[in-house]
């Protein structure tokens, strides 16, 4: 087995892809998706092999046609709204 950044790719493989489901609550940083090409960032969303949220949210997914129609999902992040604060009442 080769060894890649002091793991066996047996075990790396298991880290790789997507970490988040549609709908699901993000805070800003969050990793969404590691070591992958199928995912691309969307509103919200930086990053271009390793995706993060840029803002707190709701994770939703859409698709676009891509080259040779090749369906591409894109990965984007509702903002959630702001909180009033009683002082500001």
């Not at 950044?5 to 990793?31: I, M, N, P, W």
């Not at 390793?50 to 707190?56: K, M, S």
């Not at 891509?66 to 984007?76: N, S």
Request: proline share 3%; with cysteine; glycine share 12%.
């Amino acid at each position: 087995m080769a060894r890649v950044g002091g793991k066996t790719t047996k075990f790396y493989r298991e880290t790789r892809g997507l970490k988040v489901t549609g709908g699901q609550k993000v805070t800003a940083g969050t990793l969404l998706t590691r070591q992958g090409d199928r995912w691309h960032p969307g509103r919200n969303v930086k990053g271009l092999m390793h995706l993060t949220a840029a803002c707190d949210g709701e994770v939703f997914f859409s698709h676009r046609k891509g080259h040779y129609r090749k369906k591409q999902t894109i990965i984007h992040i509702k903002p959630l709204p702001a909180k009033k604060s009683k002082a500001a009442q």
